[in-house]
């Protein structure tokens, strides 16, 4: 059976060996004690979104505080080429499934970009309201999918910023994909690096400008194309970090 999932903050699981009990508190307890209705003597799973997973039983239950008394404790490594999707900004919800589903499928990082393009803004106090909801998002489908460890949402980018975010990746030794149709290398064609972070850059609805592909090029970034249809942008992210979770082997099932 697959035990549900709580988290915890990064660091709250570090001293925790097997014999120990950690706490869970806060909108999490409250989750645990009041949604799912846990029961002392249930199994579950007590993550810290950091790579931290700690296996145990529960020994008391409240609405402000569940403790598990801990049997197992599992450290996940960061891996070696870190995923990370900037998504452009679109409008209704559609750069939430975005990163939900990219989550879900194991990416690292997300960073909402407001391209030339986007027709949903982030303005003012929208800003702080769109991150917190897309914190909100990753969390949640990190939980969904068991994972260990949550992606982070960095901040945001406005138009040509992103020109010199690419510039740092490529710099520090990783790879910058833009996805666009027009491209002529498929993306299955590209030579990833063992290490250092693949930004996958996704326009919006309208697509890229002609002006940012070519200060992206520039700055060192790879254009590609997925394959012969044309995808949402609430599509083609999560297919690009499957198809490279895939060839850098994250796939694979540990026998």
Do not use: C, Y
Not at 28 to 56: P, Q, Y
Not at 201 to 215: M, W
Request: glycine fraction near 10%.
């Amino acid at each position: 059976m697959t035990l549900p999932v709580f988290l915890v903050t990064p660091g709250a699981l570090d001293g925790a060996p097997p014999g120990q009990e950690v706490t869970i508190t806060g909108p999490e307890a409250r989750h645990a004690a009041v949604v799912r209705r846990v029961r002392v003597g249930e199994r579950v799973d007590v993550v810290d979104g950091a790579g931290v997973r700690a296996r145990g039983a529960v020994t008391s239950v409240a609405s402000e505080q569940v403790r598990v008394m801990v049997d197992d404790v599992e450290r996940e490594p960061a891996p070696d080429v870190a995923l990370v999707l900037v998504q452009a900004l679109a409008k209704g919800d559609r750069d939430e499934l975005a990163i939900e589903a990219a989550t879900e499928l194991g990416v690292d990082a997300v960073r909402p970009w407001q391209a030339e393009r986007s027709v949903s803004l982030w303005v003012g106090a929208k800003a702080e309201r769109g991150a917190n909801r897309w914190d909100a998002v990753v969390t949640a489908a990190a939980k969904q999918a068991r994972r260990a460890r949550v992606p982070a949402v960095r901040p945001l980018v406005r138009g040509r910023d992103l020109v010199a975010v690419a510039a740092r990746a490529v710099d520090a030794g990783g790879m910058v994909l833009v996805l666009h149709e027009g491209a002529a290398m498929p993306l299955a064609d590209v030579s990833l690096p063992p290490r250092g972070e693949v930004h996958v850059v996704v326009g919006p609805e309208g697509g890229l400008t002609d002006g940012e592909v070519s200060a992206l090029q520039a700055a060192g970034a790879v254009v590609v194309r997925l394959g012969p249809h044309v995808l949402r942008t609430s599509t083609a992210g999560p297919v690009a970090v499957a198809l490279i979770a895939e060839r850098l082997g994250r796939w694979a099932v540990a026998r």
